[in-house]
């Protein structure tokens, strides 16, 4: 149990999947100028990467490694991570319409997230077992969420304030906020 | 025909560079930036499957059908991806060890897929090719750009060449992660300031 | 959607993703034998280097993989042999055999003379243990050193174990996890011995 812990701690915070381990920056830039969008987005990546890390995980443990071909991985994950958005989009449309509204202009995007994909590939790579799986696919979207909400409140306070200097507004000093939070992440160190 | 073939080509370098005009491909920019020799091994894997992608795009632009075409260019991208795993494990093993997972990921490379879609799947092969080359050559300028400064600020060395002082203490903040986002920050904001300058100059 | 464009969508997929994954197929064919030396001389060279002292080959090309067990599944278990020799007359036989340490696995490179069965050095591939502690199986030169030069009767167990080495102290499970291997190396040798045809 404690090793679980430690686990989402370390996902969530410690080797953030944004700020340390750099997967998912293009959305932190791209949609966090509002903070509904962030919102969005988070709650569909989490959705998402959850369900793509373990049926990657699956598809590696009883096929590609069964039948000896774990170099087509990367092949096979992308176009698994591909199809599962499409099936995500279709069900929510037809299961729940007013999340589709909310999330659907997110989904086709998430796609090209590497989070998503770099999650899926970071659960093979460290040899996690399903259960371990399960947790670091949603301890690492979650703490691409919070990220996500961090940066899109700062920036609309910083936007508010009116006072960063026009050669460093927009991503520039997304950037910057970026890896000052990183840093202040990066103070939780000695709790794991 | 040249002219444009030419054109395609050299805008890749400042007018529309990818990571620094529009911050697609930020993620292996900021990750595999604390050495240049990483850098530009990673720049050279991008060209490669950028350029692959490109044509192959390219040739087959008139045979897909629309609704699936996401998917037919993932493949083709992916296909590419795995080529140069392959080759780079067979034959620079030790870069792809320092590379690692970032190989993989740049099939999820914002840049690669932007240009199937934005460039290739309308234009012919010969000017996707140029294309490819000159966007993923941009790439890898931006990636040496940005490993440059932090190599030398860093650890005082460039391709592993000490160039400062052998008292330099190395500013080792800029080798961590936090330190990435920060000069990358930086360096989008002297971008702003020269192309104002040239702005003001041609206006 | 019409019928024949939903035909249409699923044959055009069909096609690319098996002309890509045959594509893929024929270019990790070709690059699989350099691929499998490259992981060798990068992971296993440094071992090789410190245990191997006498030849004029390159022990990574001459290699032989044997059949030496089963796994739980019934598939076979293969061990490389790396083949020093000089002159043509093979000097040492080296492999890799595991035992379980303080932190996970340990990885011991063992390099025996063939002909008067005499284990000649052990080197520490891969480990995971404790800094400062149990990695002292790599760092103390001591520690791997009473393996030399002992035949491959010898009983490579701990001294508490009834054996002939002397733990390092402080680090009893890692110390044991190494004369695990070699032990278990010792005896795989004996068993395929008539196989290997020195």
């Known amino acids: 149990m404690q090793d679980y812990l430690l686990m989402i701690v370390a996902a969530m915070f410690i080797n953030n999947i944004v700020l340390i381990r750099f997967m998912g920056n293009c959305p932190v830039v791209g949609v966090t100028s509002s903070y509904e969008s962030a919102v969005g987005m988070g709650a569909a990546v989490i959705f998402v990467a959850t369900m793509a890390g373990t049926t990657c995980w699956i598809i590696q443990k009883t096929i590609l490694e069964v039948l000896g071909i774990e170099y087509l991985q990367t092949l096979v994950f992308i176009l698994v991570i591909a199809a599962l958005v499409q099936f995500v989009e279709i069900l929510m449309q037809k299961v729940a319409p007013p999340l589709y509204r909310a999330l659907g202009i997110f989904l086709p995007l998430i796609t090209t997230n590497c989070m998503v994909f770099g999650v899926s590939v970071l659960n093979i790579k460290e040899e996690h077992s399903f259960m371990q799986t399960l947790i670091f696919s949603l301890a690492s979207a979650v703490g691409f969420a919070l990220v996500l909400l961090f940066m899109a409140g700062l920036r609309e306070r910083m936007d508010a304030t009116g006072r960063v200097p026009s050669l460093l507004r927009g991503v520039p000093i997304t950037l910057i906020t970026a890896g000052m939070m990183g840093l202040s992440f990066a103070g939780l160190l000695g709790m794991a | ?203 | ?198």
Do not use: H
């Open chain 2, 1 to 203: 025909m040249a002219a444009r073939i030419v054109n395609e080509f050299t805008k890749g370098f400042w007018k529309e560079i990818a990571p620094l005009r529009f911050a697609l491909g930020i993620c292996p920019s900021l990750a595999v930036s604390t050495k240049v020799e990483s850098a530009l091994g990673m720049g050279f894997a991008v060209v490669f499957v950028l350029c692959m992608s490109n044509v192959l795009i390219s040739a087959v632009r008139n045979l897909v059908p629309d609704k699936v075409r996401i998917a037919v260019f993932i493949s083709i991208i992916a296909t590419g991806v795995v080529i140069v795993e392959l080759v780079m494990q067979a034959y620079f093993y030790p870069l792809f060890l320092v590379l690692g997972i970032w190989i993989p990921l740049i099939v999820v490379n914002c840049i690669v897929l932007g240009r199937a879609e934005a460039f290739a799947r309308k234009n012919t092969i010969p000017l996707s090719l140029s294309d490819g080359m000159g966007m993923g050559l941009g790439f890898t300028l931006s990636l040496v750009v940005i490993s440059s400064i932090r190599e030398i600020l860093g650890s005082g060395t460039w391709l592993g060449m000490l160039v400062m002082p052998e008292a330099y203490p190395g500013f080792g903040f800029l080798l961590r992660p936090p330190g990435a986002f920060v000069i990358f920050g930086l360096i989008l904001g002297i971008m702003n300031v020269i192309s104002a300058r040239i702005e003001k100059k041609t206006a």
């Open chain 3, 1 to 198: 959607m019409s019928l024949r464009e939903l035909i249409q969508m699923v044959l055009v997929l069909t096609i690319v993703t098996s002309v890509c994954a045959g594509g893929l197929a024929a270019v990790k064919l070709v690059t699989k034998e350099q691929i499998d030396y490259q992981q060798i001389k990068f992971i296993k060279e440094p071992a090789l280097k410190k245990i191997l002292t006498d030849y004029d080959n390159d022990p990574i090309s001459d290699r032989l993989q044997i059949v030496t067990g089963k796994d739980a599944r019934g598939r076979d278990v293969k061990t490389t042999f790396f083949l020093a020799k000089k002159g043509g007359d093979v000097t040492s036989l080296a492999f890799e055999a595991g035992g379980s340490g303080y932190g996970g696995p340990i990885g011991v490179m063992i390099a025996i003379d063939p002909k008067g069965g005499i284990v000649q050095a052990v080197a520490v591939t891969t480990q995971s243990e404790t800094p400062g502690l149990g990695s002292k199986i790599v760092d103390d030169p001591d520690f791997p050193s009473q393996f030399s030069k002992k035949p491959v009767s010898a009983n490579f167990n701990l001294a508490a174990a009834g054996g002939e080495i002397q733990a390092i102290s402080g680090a009893t499970v890692s110390s044991s996890g190494v004369s695990t291997a070699v032990s278990r190396g010792v005896e795989l040798y004996q068993n395929v011995k008539s196989q290997l045809g020195l």
